[in-house]
């Protein structure tokens, strides 16, 4: 008997830890993607001070500067597509999940309608 409610158990908090596992992995690959773009910005930071310490012409300096704003640009821009891929990765999991459970949810419902029914 125990063993028909622990396993009863554990199906109906399987959509719980699937949801879990879902946002565990989306936090994971937006942790990395915000440590490996924090880690470009830092290097490439580094790069630009050293060249800029070396340029003697003003306008050669300007030219550094716009390029390396729009280098930052682009490196922003694509992690930020990867975040918005990932955070829809998740969204459309958690949605098939939550579907996936209400199905199965009026499924049990119906049936348990249907058997009261029998029974009267």
Known sequence: MYDQIFADMKERMAPVVSLAETNKKALETL????????????????????????VKDPQVALEKQVQFYKALEA???????????AITEAKEAFVAVVEESAKKTAEEVEAAVKKAAQVK
């Open 31 to 54: 942790a990395n993607l915000q440590k490996e773009s924090m880690t470009e910005v830092v290097n490439a930071s580094v790069e630009q001070f050293k060249e800029m310490a070396q």
């Open 75 to 85: 490196q922003m821009t694509n992690t930020a597509e990867k975040s918005i891929a």
